[in-house]
């Protein structure tokens, strides 16, 4: 290829002088499927997104997600999106930035989602976490539990569950856990 | 004279290689003195990394007759790392490797040139790689790989029929080891698949679901990811957690320790911690040689041409009994990284809102509702309704003032594409090439920006 390298030297010497465009770093494979996912989301009226960067900074983003219906009807709850430049062969990470009274939710803002994590595939997309998260809030299970005091209150006194919700949500504390308002 | 007697022993063999015809060689292949020279004097390869496959790279390399070598690493010599990492001593621990392994190689090998950098990869202007004629990788991530793949891969251009002009790409050779197991490959970006094209080669990593680890620890992998995943979290808040501060890794083992007491689980030691944590395999030094000598190999056929090159991809496993087969990968042609996109001529004065209006009727597009970027800068999105609202202004503005005046240039555009009454979403690659802009002629223009 000695030959073609010597071809190349020439071309871009000529290209230097005829005031050439240098090459710039092309977008991530990452950001371009990202940037798909996004120009073809299909949110429902209780899930909102936004982008603290600006409209050139998709790879962190917030969804914001009021849900319409259960225990936590009326709460507002934000979670952020953090996305490889890798992706999707690596799912986003993603964090709960509300403090939320929550079987699937630890009180540090990590999500067991199993599409977050064992379970992701790179056929999934953002819309599919969304409504995965959505989901979390109108179903909480107390089956993969992160805050196991919650998900125990959930399995054995459902009542009480909701009592502490509300609680949490209203702004006050759960136990020695003090809840920050969110609706 | 003994300099001269030791240099002509040195390279006999290769220059059995590089002076003689054959008949299983590559095209063009041109033996001669001035082969052997231009290998030695005109040739320039980038290592990229100075690990376990850097270090037998450059040596491998420095010994085939290469003699301008510059290396890349960003990493610091760790004691752990002495066992195969062989131009490391311990006097050298906490020195940059790409310094230390640049030095030890020009000390062995007279006559070789190595020119270290300590620093990221990222960090290097994206021309610092148009330097090289070839790319030899040897890197333990698949970032870093996607990276440099889409750095080599932004070199490539093609002609207006598609076909890849060949003084455009940029050769890559890409090694990789996992303990028993290892690769070789060639990528050359237009060719043969680029690194993207066949991502699915790598497994994902392995990530035990958030409630296992903090409910029900089974095995010394939980304990470790626990402390790693949540109990830092809730500990250190705010504060993000570095692989590689040895405090911070410490700290996690101490805690996953106390964890795997609490379960009676065994089996968690420090460098199980930094196994888990930063998701490394043992490596062992004999896989490394087997894939560094096929890389350095492939590296002098492409380069002198004296053989045919892998095509495309070896892979070597010496875990049961000793395996190696060659695959050849065919690349995706709609590759968003290296394939050539749709070939798009506008005139300078179409507007964003008419070039989408263009895609929907383009016979190898039929695109609607159309979303577009370009080299970062999202020029129009259709959803959701916050982008739409900050990108809608542009529509009304030329593309080539969008595009900052270049004469052509890669835009992506998704949408929905209609083949046969069935309608698919999707994500294209197009080469926008602008005519009628005043005071430059179609020369110009085909000599590429
Ligand atoms: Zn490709």
């Given at each position: 290829?000695?030959?073609?390298?010597?071809?190349?030297?020439?071309?871009?010497?000529?290209?230097?002088?005829?005031?050439?465009?240098?090459?710039?770093?092309?977008?991530?494979?990452?950001?371009?499927?990202?940037?798909?996912?996004?120009?073809?989301?299909?949110?429902?009226?209780?899930?909102?997104?936004?982008?603290?960067?600006?409209?050139?900074?998709?790879?962190?983003?917030?969804?914001?997600?009021?849900?319409?219906?259960?225990?936590?009807?009326?709460?507002?709850?934000?979670?952020?999106?953090?996305?490889?430049?890798?992706?999707?062969?690596?799912?986003?990470?993603?964090?709960?930035?509300?403090?939320?009274?929550?079987?699937?939710?630890?009180?540090?803002?990590?999500?067991?989602?199993?599409?977050?994590?064992?379970?992701?595939?790179?056929?999934?997309?953002?819309?599919?976490?969304?409504?995965?998260?959505?989901?979390?809030?109108?179903?909480?299970?107390?089956?993969?539990?992160?805050?196991?005091?919650?998900?125990?209150?959930?399995?054995?006194?459902?009542?009480?569950?909701?009592?502490?919700?509300?609680?949490?949500?209203?702004?006050?504390?759960?136990?020695?856990?003090?809840?920050?308002?969110?609706? | 004279?003994?300099?001269?007697?030791?240099?002509?022993?040195?390279?006999?063999?290769?220059?059995?290689?590089?002076?003689?015809?054959?008949?299983?060689?590559?095209?063009?292949?041109?033996?001669?003195?001035?082969?052997?020279?231009?290998?030695?004097?005109?040739?320039?390869?980038?290592?990229?990394?100075?690990?376990?496959?850097?270090?037998?790279?450059?040596?491998?390399?420095?010994?085939?007759?290469?003699?301008?070598?510059?290396?890349?690493?960003?990493?610091?010599?760790?004691?752990?790392?002495?066992?195969?990492?062989?131009?490391?001593?311990?006097?050298?621990?906490?020195?940059?490797?790409?310094?230390?392994?640049?030095?030890?190689?020009?000390?062995?090998?007279?006559?070789?040139?190595?020119?270290?950098?300590?620093?990221?990869?990222?960090?290097?202007?994206i021309e610092f790689y148009n330097d090289f004629?070839?790319?030899?990788?040897?890197?333990?991530?698949?970032?870093?790989?996607?990276?440099?793949?889409?750095?080599?891969?932004?070199?490539?251009?093609?002609?207006?029929?598609?076909?890849?002009?060949?003084?455009?790409?940029?050769?890559?050779?890409?090694?990789?080891?996992?303990?028993?197991?290892?690769?070789?490959?060639?990528?050359?970006?237009?060719?043969?698949?680029?690194?993207?094209?066949?991502?699915?080669?790598?497994?994902?990593?392995?990530?035990?679901?958030?409630?296992?680890?903090?409910?029900?620890?089974?095995?010394?992998?939980?304990?470790?990811?626990?402390?790693?995943?949540?109990?830092?979290?809730?500990?250190?808040?705010?504060?993000?957690?570095?692989?590689?501060?040895?405090?911070?890794?410490?700290?996690?083992?101490?805690?996953?320790?106390?964890?795997?007491?609490?379960?009676?689980?065994?089996?968690?030691?420090?460098?199980?911690?930094?196994?888990?944590?930063?998701?490394?395999?043992?490596?062992?030094?004999?896989?490394?040689?087997?894939?560094?000598?096929?890389?350095?190999?492939?590296?002098?056929?492409?380069?002198?041409?004296?053989?045919?090159?892998?095509?495309?991809?070896?892979?070597?496993?010496?875990?049961?009994?000793?395996?190696?087969?060659?695959?050849?990968?065919?690349?995706?042609?709609?590759?968003?990284?290296?394939?050539?996109?749709?070939?798009?001529?506008?005139?300078?004065?179409?507007?964003?809102?008419?070039?989408?209006?263009?895609?929907?009727?383009?016979?190898?597009?039929?695109?609607?509702?159309?979303?577009?970027?370009h080299r970062g800068k999202n020029l129009y999105?259709?959803?959701?309704?916050?982008?739409?609202?900050?990108?809608?202004?542009?529509?009304?503005?030329?593309?080539?003032?969008?595009?900052?005046?270049?004469?052509?240039?890669?835009?992506?555009?998704?949408?929905?594409?209609?083949?046969?009454?069935?309608?698919?979403?999707?994500?294209?690659?197009?080469?926008?090439?602008?005519?009628?802009?005043?005071?430059?002629?179609?020369?110009?223009?085909?000599?590429?920006?």
């Amino acid at each position: 290829m000695i030959k073609l390298f010597k071809v190349k030297e020439k071309q871009r010497e000529i290209a230097a002088n005829a005031n050439g465009v240098p090459p710039v770093k092309k977008q991530s494979a990452g950001e371009l499927r990202l940037q798909k996912d996004i120009s073809e989301l299909n949110l429902p009226k209780t899930c909102n997104i936004s982008f603290p960067n600006g409209k050139d900074d998709l790879m962190n983003f917030e969804v914001t997600i009021h849900p319409d219906e259960g225990y936590y009807l009326g709460g507002t709850f934000l979670f952020s999106f953090q996305v490889s430049p890798v992706y999707p062969h690596e799912p986003p990470k993603v964090k709960c930035k509300t403090k939320v009274y929550h079987p699937n939710i630890d009180l540090e803002g990590n999500v067991c989602l199993n599409i977050l994590r064992e379970d992701w595939k790179p056929v999934l997309n953002i819309n599919t976490i969304i409504y995965g998260l959505f989901h979390l809030f109108t179903q909480p299970n107390h089956e993969d539990p992160l805050n196991h005091d919650a998900a125990a209150v959930l399995r054995d006194n459902p009542k009480m569950f909701e009592f502490n919700v509300r609680r949490a949500m209203a702004g006050g504390y759960v136990g020695q856990t003090y809840f920050t308002r969110c609706m | 004279m003994a300099g001269s007697v030791v240099q002509s022993s040195r390279s006999r063999d290769l220059d059995k290689l590089l002076l003689r015809p054959g008949n299983l060689i590559g095209a063009n292949f041109e033996p001669g003195s001035q082969l052997r020279d231009d290998l030695q004097q005109y040739v320039k390869v980038l290592v990229i990394g100075a690990g376990g496959l850097g270090c037998e790279l450059l040596k491998d390399l420095a010994l085939s007759g290469f003699r301008n070598l510059e290396v890349i690493d960003m990493d610091r010599i760790e004691v752990t790392n002495l066992n195969r990492q062989f131009l490391f001593r311990l006097e050298d621990v906490g020195k940059p490797k790409a310094e230390v392994a640049a030095k030890r190689v020009m000390e062995r090998v007279s006559g070789v040139n190595i020119l270290p950098h300590f620093c990221r990869i990222e960090d290097k202007e994206i021309e610092f790689y148009n330097d090289f004629h070839i790319i030899a990788l040897g890197l333990d991530s698949i970032e870093a790989r996607s990276y440099i793949n889409s750095v080599a891969c932004s070199f490539l251009e093609y002609d207006s029929d598609d076909n890849p002009l060949e003084e455009t790409i940029k050769p890559m050779v890409d090694g990789g080891t996992e303990g028993f197991k290892g690769h070789a490959r060639v990528i050359l970006p237009g060719v043969t698949p680029c690194f993207e094209c066949t991502i699915w080669l790598f497994p994902p990593q392995v990530k035990f679901p958030l409630c296992t680890l903090a409910e029900t620890p089974r095995t010394a992998a939980h304990c470790i990811e626990y402390a790693h995943l949540i109990k830092w979290d809730e500990v250190h808040s705010g504060k993000s957690f570095d692989p590689d501060d040895s405090e911070h890794m410490k700290w996690v083992y101490s805690e996953a320790l106390k964890r795997a007491e609490l379960f009676g689980i065994p089996g968690v030691t420090y460098s199980l911690t930094q196994g888990v944590v930063k998701n490394i395999i043992p490596a062992i030094a004999s896989t490394n040689a087997i894939i560094s000598a096929a890389c350095a190999l492939e590296t002098l056929k492409i380069v002198s041409g004296c053989s045919k090159t892998l095509s495309n991809y070896l892979t070597y496993n010496g875990a049961e009994g000793l395996h190696t087969k060659v695959t050849e990968f065919v690349k995706d042609k709609d590759c968003l990284v290296c394939g050539p996109g749709v070939l798009i001529e506008l005139d300078s004065s179409i507007t964003l809102q008419k070039f989408i209006d263009l895609l929907e009727d383009h016979p190898k597009l039929l695109l609607s509702k159309a979303s577009v970027t370009h080299r970062g800068k999202n020029l129009y999105m259709q959803a959701p309704p916050v982008l739409e609202e900050m990108t809608r202004s542009n529509l009304g503005v030329p593309l080539f003032d969008l595009m900052g005046k270049v004469l052509k240039d890669v835009v992506h555009v998704t949408g929905v594409a209609s083949k046969n009454d069935k309608k698919t979403s999707c994500l294209r690659k197009l080469r926008v090439a602008f005519k009628g802009v005043d005071g430059v002629t179609d020369m110009d223009t085909a000599s590429g920006a």
